[in-house]
Each structure stands twice: as structure tokens, then as C-alpha cells.
């Protein structure tokens, strides 16, 4: 990647919006509540923060990285732009009838998510196209256009397109936009064999509506915000993060919104990944807890694990499949909603619940005094001496502690016969133990024992969990790296230009081709670097290939990396190897005499990686200089312990701090157990290990 000697990223959260400026080797940063009605608003104010602070005109910064959650709040508040469907006929209602999977198998009375689009808004053609790409049923021009006049004038925004195996054959699909085009210029239109073009119609319906349903929104936004930056001066190149782990063209991410969900926490598996490389550690579990939910990672071997499927708006206590899958390559990661503005009740049968409900950054937790009422994360952790309330964001928000405590009495006290103390303790392990539960889950499924993880925590309200998280999980070493409050934003100034392009082309290892094999390589190759070169036409590209297998009639594959060499001489019996191994490593053996297929190709080209320079880990050898005491509750001991409170700016290399500590800074604090002690290594991060 190209470096600038000026860069800032930005990072749209549902609470903050993080803005990290690098000036060379110096960073400053700041975070400033969430806009929502125009979230450009918040980056202006911040870029002026932080330009401020390094002394610097704005239209000094050379390039700024953007990575947002806005993509994914639009499809979970479902306010998006009135969009059609146009499909094959007899397939009006595949979004709706979803997969025969149940995702509580034993609910009689389950309710399945409502469609993002209504019947009413799904209309169908005439056309066939065969699993083989064959045209069953040619698709005329005339009853498009007859299609087209019909809904003209019923006020479409946005029109996705989703045919029958389009994926192997385009030519109907591009019928209609061509149709389209002439008849509705100004309405937006995207195309499943762009978009996704892969097979299992429902995840590639869902995605193409899913695109098209953020596409006007999302346009409109980056156009905003690059009228905004430039009537303050700013006239540099903008790159938007996706959620592959990668950056993309603002171009780009206008046509494609779709890979933009989840980008906000892919910057924050880069920024841990990049963390993990520095020190190392192969096997890493990235916790990132915002203001609105919590992320949790695995990374193994300095690379964040993959995925080309993603649920977005899970309906139903956050379980798989009861959410919109998205086919777009996405880091795979957990997500809940537990993070510092999840809001707390009481449920049916006197049990204390927290989230999804955020209070976000308007009215925000109680104590912003902004007419929040009900208790949230940050509540109780104010309530439990976690936070200073006059030295919140770097002191820009005073916190009420007495609102606080009235919250959690009257929502959660009165009903359950607590104090306001003991409803912020039910309150702060409940929303614990759910991340617990979450990261147990995730590694259990990835055949993973956390046991032999180090966590990194980041995030503005990660630091005053995670300590009390890896006592949950028995992980025995966690770092807290500096910038940690605004580390999703750093990471997408360390993530590089890539894009990664798939195709299904289905084929059976025992009629194996080669030389087709070898054509669709290629050819996703020379598309996904295309991408990448419209970002940094000088950076050398390298291609990361991989293909999705499984053994024939299985519901699920798994992915296959190929090396450049196996890639483009392939060879069955290679395969076959690869494919078994990483089969055997997930579910402990192969299936003997069964033929293997291949369903899904893919090819990632991506600049190189920054070079990291590997950190000399410091033994502690004094301890630092305390600030000042406060009293702060232990839920390990179940009581109130008196805890030292150290500022990190104070903390010099090599210093030791023994738990029950409180360490502060603008951004976030980090909360050291008394199970804990914590040293301050020379890159500034804060080494947390079990008290010796």
C-alpha cells in the first residue's frame, strides 16, 4: 500500500464516531457522539478535534479510510429505499419461505423474520436458465419493457434483479438493466451475478435486495460526505473499509453498500491482528465491545478466519438463522448486543436481561442526562466505581452518577428487591457472562480451546469487561494496546487494499478439469485485481486463492486455500489432500469412498500487508506511580475492594501494576481484577496476566 504521511480514519459506531489521525509516526484521536440524522456531521467535528490537536490544516490530510455501521443499521431498522425485486417466475417468494432449516427447532410457536421486502414489491419474467448455465426459457425484451411500465410510476428507488443461476450466465439479468436503464435513468439497479454471484438462490436474493435496499442511502451519504470534506478543504482520496478485512474506492462502495455491512468491526480484527503479528501470537481472540454491541474474533496465525456468508438483524436471542444472510466475503466473527449503551429489564419470569435494545448516543445511558430512563451497560458500570463521571471521552461528557443509580432501582430494584449496587452487579454479569457464552460458543464451533488464547480487548467499553471476561474463559493473558477506545478506526489504517471476487461453478473431484479450473482462476483473478488497482495502481498485488468443498449431497463446505502454484496446476489428487486434511482437522475424520465436490471458487487480491516490527516483551520491574485510590466493586469476590487508579499516559516501559487497579484515559479505562497484575510494555500496550 501507498503510504501517506497524513492519513485519518474514521469509524461510524452506533454510539461514537471514532476519528484517528497519523501525522507520520503520531497519533491522535478523538470520539464524539453519533449523528444519526447526518452522520457526516460527527466526522467533520471530529476531524477538526483531531486536526486541532496535531496542529495541523485538514487540508494538509492526504487520505482518509471510512468504515461504518451505517449499511447494517439501515437493514436492521429496515430504513432503506423502496425497492423491487424483478425474478424468475414461480420464484416470487424465496426471501420469504427462506431454508427448511428451523433455527429453534422445538418453538411451536417460532416466528420467522419478516422478508425485507413485501409480496407486493416482487414481481416476476418469463426465463430459465439451467444449474448448467443452458437457456431453458428465453427471456423477451418485450415483456421486460411491458414489466418496467408497469412500476415506473409506483415510486421505486431502487430495483434488484435475481434470476435462476444468473450466476452462470448473466445475459438476462443485464436484459434488464438494459430496459431498465432506458425507461427509469435516475432509479438505482443491481444485478445478483454482480453482487453475489453464487449459487443457493435464497443467500443471493436476500443479498441482491439487501444491495439494493441501502444503494440511494448509502450514495447519497458518501456523496454528503465528500461535499463536506471538501468545502473544509479537504480534496484527498476517500477508501471505504468492507467487511472482508480490506479497503475499497468510494466508487466502489457506492455500487457495492452491501459489503460494507460489518465494516466498522473488520477494522477492528485488523487492528488486533496487526497486535497479534507484533507479538507473535498465533492464536488470538479479539474482543472489540462499542457502545451499541460486542465482536468477538478468532485469529490464528496473525490472519482474522473468513467467511463468505453473513447473518445481518438476527430476530431471535441472536441465534443463526434467524437473521437476512448476506453472501459477501466477511471476517467471521460473533456478534451480540452487549455493548456500553445495551439496555437492561426485567423479563417474564424475573430474570435480569440485557440488549439487543441500545440507548445509542441519543438519549444515550442514563447518566449522559440526555432523558435516557432505563438502565443500561454504562449505568452500571458508573454505579459499580468502573467509570470516573467527570472524566468521561476525555472529560467532554459529564456522567450522573445519581441518574445512574435511579435507572437501575426503579427498572431493575423494585422489581427484583436490589439495591441500586446489587442491580449494576446482576446487570454487569449478565451481560459478561452473555459475552462468555458467546466467545465459548464460537470457539467450540471452530473446534478451538480458548485456553490457550490471549485476548486483546479494544473498543470504549471493552477494557472495563475484559479483565472479568478472561476470568470466565480461563484465558490467562490479555493485552490492552494503546489507542484501544478508538481501535477499529486504527485498524482501518492498517488494513490494506484487496477485494476478493467468488463464482459458483460447480464440480465433482471424479470428473475433475483442469483446464476449466484453471480459466475460472484466472479470470476472478484479473476481476478482483481490477478492483484493487483502482485504489493504489502502483502497490504490488498478490492473489489468495481458495475453493469451497464439501462431500456430495452435505448441506455446508469448507474452505480450501490453494497456493498460486496449485491454483493454476491443479491436480485432483492435490485436492482431494487438501480438502481431507482441513475436513479432518474440523471433525476429527474423513469420510471414506465418497466423492468430493466443489461448489463455490474464490480469489482475493490484496496489497501487501504493512510490515510489523515484532515487539521485545518487557518483564516488570517496578510498579508505577498511583494517581490517586477508588473504591470499585469486585464481582469475582463478590465485594467492594479499595483499587489503586494510574493514569496510562503516567506508565513507563516495563512498570508493573498489581489488580485491584484502575487504569485511565481519555478514551477508555481498563479495569485490572484482583485476580490480575498488568505491565507496560514499550509499545505501550497494557500486558495483563494472572497475579503471580
Given amino acids: 500500500m501507498a503510504s501517506s504521511s497524513i492519513r485519518m480514519g474514521v469509524d461510524i459506531g452506533g454510539t461514537f464516531t471514532d476519528v484517528v489521525l497519523e501525522v507520520g509516526k503520531q497519533q491522535f484521536s478523538t470520539k464524539v457522539l453519533t449523528t444519526y440524522k447526518a452522520p457526516e456531521d460527527a466526522i467533520i467535528d471530529g476531524m477538526k478535534q483531531v486536526c486541532e490537536q496535531a496542529d495541523i490544516k485538514p487540508a494538509q490530510i492526504e487520505q482518509i479510510i471510512h468504515g461504518t455501521t451505517l449499511a447494517t443499521n439501515a437493514l436492521i431498522e429496515r430504513r432503506g429505499a423502496k425497492t423491487a425485486l424483478i425474478t424468475t417466475q414461480g420464484f416470487r417468494d424465496v426471501i420469504e419461505m427462506r431454508s427448511e432449516s428451523r433455527f429453534e427447532q422445538y418453538d411451536l410457536n417460532l416466528t420467522l423474520p419478516e422478508p425485507l421486502l413485501p409480496r407486493q414489491q416482487r414481481y416476476t419474467v418469463e426465463e430459465r436458465v439451467s444449474a448448467k448455465g443452458e437457456v431453458l426459457i428465453q ?20 430495483i434488484a434483479v435475481g434470476l435462476m443461476h444468473s450466476y452462470l450466465n448473466d445475459a438476462h439479468e443485464k436484459l434488464i438493466r438494459d430496459v431498465i436503464a432506458e425507461k427509469m435513468p435516475n432509479v438505482a439497479v443491481s444485478l445478483s451475478c454482480e453482487v453475489s454471484p453464487q449459487m443457493r438462490e435464497y443467500e443471493r436474493f436476500n443479498t441482491v435486495v439487501a444491495n439494493a435496499y441501502i444503494k440511494p442511502m448509502m450514495k447519497s451519504y458518501l456523496g454528503r460526505l465528500g ?35 460489518e465494516s466498522g468491526p473488520a477494522g477492528g480484527a485488523v487492528f488486533a491482528a496487526h497486535i497479534a503479528a507484533r507479538y507473535g501470537l498465533d492464536k488470538v481472540l479479539s474482543f472489540d465491545m462499542g457502545g451499541t454491541t460486542a465482536k468477538i474474533c478468532l485469529i490464528k496465525n496473525q490472519t482474522p478466519k473468513t467467511s463468505r456468508v453473513f447473518e445481518v438483524a438476527r430476530t431471535y436471542r441472536f441465534k443463526k438463522g434467524s437473521g437476512m444472510p448476506i453472501s459477501i466475503p466477511v471476517i467471521d466473527m460473533v456478534e451480540i448486543g452487549a455493548g456500553g449503551g445495551s439496555l437492561a429489564h426485567v423479563d417474564s419470569m424475573r430474570q435480569i436481561r440485557v440488549g439487543p435494545e441500545s440507548a445509542g448516543s441519543e438519549p444515550g445511558p442514563a447518566c449522559y442526562g440526555r432523558g435516557g430512563e432505563r438502565p443500561a451497560v454504562t449505568d452500571a458500570d458508573l454505579v459499580l466505581g468502573k467509570l470516573d463521571p467527570d472524566n468521561f471521552a476525555g472529560g467532554s461528557i459529564q456522567l450522573e452518577t445519581l441518574s445512574s443509580a435511579k435507572a437501575l432501582e426503579n427498572v431493575l430494584g423494585d422489581v427484583l428487591d436490589m439495591d441500586a449496587q446489587t442491580a449494576a452487579y446482576g446487570l454487569c454479569e449478565v451481560v459478561d457472562e452473555n459475552m462468555a457464552n458467546a466467545a465459548r460458543v464460537h470457539a467450540v464451533e471452530n473446534g478451538e480451546d480458548l485456553a490457550e488464547y490471549t485476548m486483546i480487548a479494544f473498543g470504549g467499553a471493552a477494557p472495563l469487561h475484559a479483565g472479568r471476561l478472561c476470568e470466565k474463559l480461563g484465558v490467562e493473558r490479555l493485552l490492552v494496546p494503546p489507542g484501544a477506545g478508538v481501535g477499529s478506526a486504527i485498524g482501518f489504517l492498517r488494513a490494506p487494499f484487496s477485494f476478493e471476487a467468488n463464482r459458483s461453478v460447480y464440480m465433482r473431484l471424479s470428473a475433475f478439469n483442469p483446464v476449466v479450473i484453471k480459466n475460472i482462476l484466472s479470470e476472478l483473478e484479473t476481476e478482483a485485481t481490477a478492483f484493487v488497482r483502482s485504489c493504489d495502481s502502483d502497490a504490488e498485488i498478490v492473489a489468495e486463492y481458495k475453493a469451497y468443498m464439501r462431500y456430495t449431497g452435505q448441506g455446508e463446505e469448507i474452505p480450501v486455500i490453494l497456493s498460486a502454484e496449485q491454483a493454476m496446476n491443479p491436480d485432483v489428487q492435490t485436492f482431494q489432500t487438501l480438502f481431507e486434511k482441513d475436513y479432518i482437522s474440523l471433525f476429527g475424520r474423513a469420510v471414506e469412498g465418497m466423492d468430493i465436490e466443489i461448489t463455490v471458487w474464490s480469489v482475493n487480491s490484496t496489497t501487501l500487508p504493512e510490515a510489523v516490527e515484532p515487539i521485545e516483551v518487557l518483564s516488570g520491574k517496578e510498579k508505577a506511580l498511583v494517581n490517586g ?30 489488580g485491584p487497579s484502575v487504569i485511565t484515559e481519555d478514551e477508555t479505562t481498563i ?15 497494557i500486558d495483563i496476566e494472572l497475579q503471580v
Fill in 629 to 658: 485510590k477508588r473504591r470499585i466493586f469486585d464481582p469475582a469476590l463478590r465485594q467492594t475492594v479499595e483499587a489503586t487508579v494510574i493514569l496510562r499516559v503516567d506508565l513507563e516501559d516495563g512498570e508493573m501494576v498489581h
Fill in 139 to 158: 427471456l423477451q425484451r418485450a415483456e421486460v419493457e411491458t414489466l418496467v411500465d408497469q412500476i415506473k410510476d409506483l415510486g421505486y428507488e431502487s
Fill in 227 to 261: 461535499g463536506q470534506l471538501k468545502n473544509e478543504g479537504v480534496d484527498c482520496s476517500i477508501f471505504l473499509m468492507h467487511s472482508g478485512g480490506g479497503i475499497i474506492s468510494i466508487e466502489s462502495a457506492a455500487e457495492f453498500p452491501v459489503r460494507l455491512v
Fill in 671 to 685: 479495569i485490572l481484577p484482583s485476580s490480575r497484575q498488568a505491565i507496560c510494555q514499550s509499545d505501550g500496550c
